[in-house]
Structures are given as structure tokens and as C-alpha cells.
């Protein structure tokens, strides 16, 4: 054990997050399911509904929506996710030693993978599932554009929140594996533009238009005739989001201001744990053949840190958004890799001071929904 953990610790310290996921599985399978149990429950039956999406779906096939089926549907996604990004990572750098450090700052932060199954059952990873199937998806013609508007509609019906959340970083993907591939023409800026225009109103419509008419009292009285154990009342104590204006959100965030920035300096630390990582990015960025790719990949990462910022003081889920921030930055950086003469030297995997970080990622477990763990 003690020359494996000398020569190659990265593939022990892989084993360890396998561990670690578990025990997050294990903690997250006894916990009350609130808000994603909700979440299944609401339809499109009083018309059109924000955040109904999954709910009408899943009422295709169950009549009765049994608790479980927030972790079996949430852990069938993640699955999902996994093995599209386990694919995405190895077309693009591939699974030999000298990558593997890259891979468990990656695949092994707290951010990423640890933390969609600590919100098992919630809508994030929905978002990181259709860009890595953008970032794996040949990107040739319009149709591509087309299917990544097609899919950010479809985000935004699941949860309108995905325009600041996900919607920015595929946005990003799109300009640096097709627009730029491509080059801009009179047509596909054309159909850019009436993609972008399109989802901005159907967030509009869901953002103003989606909230429930009905009294509450109906509208819980529909929700829990469609739970299959209508004793657990309590899962239905959330019910009251659908009700919400954004001037109620706004207050409700900022109410909670000063107690919930008492945690971005653990998210600093936490960000800052991932330095090789970032070093990396910024030598990836750094060695781009052309100058204006350069601004590009510049200007995309401020576009999404300035949509989280927006989110930041909307909503006050500050945990589940600064992962989501790190994992946007991941996925910008496979598309990076993919753009001419993007070369950098990969992280050490001998360098005692890395090691060290990476073995301090791998045992960090989560991050959180609200507060920081």
C-alpha cells in the first residue's frame, strides 16, 4: 500500500472519491427529498406552469409518484452524467498517467461530481449533462445550433433559474466549437440571434406567466392527490415557490445577506484547493494559436461568472451555485482544449505541493446546497 500510495497516489486518491460518493449516496438516501419531491409532483394541470417540466413527465408513467422515485430518476441522471463526462474527458485528454491529475482535480472536486449527488434529485445537473452532450456532439452545421437552443428550452422548462445557470456556459460552447469553427455568416448569425431571442422569452413567459392562478390551498390539495403515500404532508411544505414573485425571492436572499456571506471565504478556499487545475486552464488559454480566441474564451468566462453573480443575488442556494460556477469553468475548459494550438504542460503529477491539494479535493466530500457543508 505505502509504494502505491508513493508512486501512483492519483488512481488510490480516484479509488477514495468512489468511496466518498458512496458515503454521500448513503447520508443523501436518509434525508427528506423537500423541494425535488415537489418538483415531481407539479404539472402543466392548471396550464402553463414554471418548473413543471420533469413533473409532467413523470406523470406519463406514474398516476401515484412514490418518494423513491426522486432517488432512483435523480441517480439514473447522474449515471448519466458520469459516463458522458467519462467519455468527454477521454476524447479529450485521454486517461494516461500524465492526465490524471487533471482528472481528479476534475472528476474528484467537491464541485462536481460529489455535489450533484449531494443534491440528488434537484434540476443542476440537467444543465451539466446537455453541455457535455454539446461539448461530445459533432458541431458542423446550424443543426447544432439548433439543438443546443432546443435543449436550453427544454432547461428552462425543467427550471427557468438554468437561463443564468447552464444557458451562459452552452452558449460559450457553441461559439467556441461552431462560430468559430465556422465563421460567422449572414445565416447562422441569423439563426443565433433567433435562438438567443427565443429562450429569453420563453424565460420571460416562465419567469412572469408560470406561477400558479389557483388558490394554494387547490393547488396543494392536487399535489397530494398525486403522492402515492399521502401521509408525508410534510414533503409538501415547499409548495409555496410556486407562489413566489422575484420581488419576494429578492427580498428573501438579501434578508439572508449577512449571514450567508459569512461563507465565501470557505468557498475561496475551496476554489482556491483547485490552483494546479486553474494554472492549467490559464496555460491552456494562454497558448491559443489566435489572439481573438484568446478574448473569446475571456469574454465567455466573465459572461458566466457575471450571470452567477446575478443568480448570487436572486437566490440563496450560495453552495449549489459557486459548484455550479466551477463546473461551468470546467466545461469551458474541454472546449478550450479543442481550439487550434491549445497546448499546456499537464499538471504534475510528482509535485508534493499538487499532491497534497489533490489529496485535500479528494476528501472534501461536498459543498453544499445553502451554507458551505
Not at 449515471?79 to 482528472?103: N, S, Y
Amino acid at each position: 500500500m505505502n509504494l502505491l500510495v508513493r508512486e501512483n497516489p492519483w488512481r488510490l486518491m480516484l479509488a477514495v472519491n468512489v468511496a466518498v460518493v458512496i458515503g454521500v449516496l448513503l447520508y443523501k438516501i436518509t434525508r427528506e427529498p423537500y423541494v425535488p419531491y415537489v418538483h415531481l409532483l407539479v404539472d402543466y394541470h392548471f396550464g402553463f406552469t414554471k418548473r413543471a417540466l420533469i413533473g409532467a413527465v413523470v406523470g406519463l408513467f406514474f398516476s401515484k409518484v412514490p418518494v423513491w422515485l426522486v432517488f432512483a430518476l435523480g441517480g439514473v441522471v447522474w449515471l448519466i452524467t458520469l459516463g458522458l463526462f467519462t467519455k468527454l474527458f477521454q476524447r479529450t485528454f485521454g486517461f494516461d498517467d500524465a492526465h490524471m491529475p487533471l482528472f481528479v482535480f476534475i472528476a474528484g472536486s467537491p464541485f462536481f461530481l460529489k455535489n450533484f449527488m449531494h443534491t440528488l434529485g434537484h434540476f443542476d445537473i440537467y444543465g451539466c449533462a446537455l453541455a457535455i452532450c454539446l461539448l461530445l456532439v459533432p458541431a458542423r452545421s446550424l443543426a447544432f445550433v439548433i439543438l443546443a437552443a432546443l435543449g436550453s428550452m427544454i432547461l428552462v422548462l425543467i427550471h427557468h433559474i438554468h437561463l443564468l445557470m447552464y444557458v451562459p456556459t452552452i452558449a460559450v460552447i457553441v461559439v467556441l466549437r461552431y462560430y468559430l469553427v465556422q465563421r460567422l455568416t449572414g445565416l447562422n448569425a441569423a439563426v443565433g440571434i433567433a435562438a438567443a431571442a427565443t429562450i429569453g422569452l420563453l424565460f420571460l413567459a416562465a419567469q412572469f406567466y408560470g406561477s400558479m392562478t389557483v388558490p394554494q390551498d387547490e393547488f396543494v390539495r392536487y399535489l397530494h392527490g398525486r403522492m402515492a403515500d399521502p401521509t408525508r404532508t410534510n414533503l409538501l411544505s415547499f409548495a409555496y415557490i410556486w407562489y413566489q414573485s422575484l420581488a419576494q425571492e429578492l427580498h428573501d436572499t438579501w434578508e439572508r445577506m449577512p449571514s450567508n456571506i459569512l461563507g465565501v471565504p470557505v468557498f475561496a478556499l475551496l476554489i482556491l484547493l483547485h490552483t494546479p487545475l486553474w494554472q492549467y486552464f490559464a496555460d491552456l488559454i494562454r497558448s491559443l494559436a489566435e489572439d481573438l480566441h484568446r478574448r473569446i474564451v475571456i469574454a465567455g468566462i466573465i459572461m458566466v461568472s457575471l450571470a452567477y453573480l446575478v443568480m448570487f443575488a436572486i437566490v440563496f442556494d450560495y453552495s449549489r451555485w459557486i459548484s455550479n460556477w466551477a463546473v461551468c469553468m470546467f466545461l469551458i475548459l474541454h472546449a478550450v482544449k479543442t481550439l487550434p494550438a491549445s497546448r499546456a504542460a499537464p499538471i504534475s503529477a510528482t509535485d508534493r505541493k499538487t499532491t497534497i491539494l489533490g489529496w485535500i479535493v479528494t476528501l472534501v466530500p461536498r459543498v453544499g446546497i445553502v451554507r458551505p457543508f
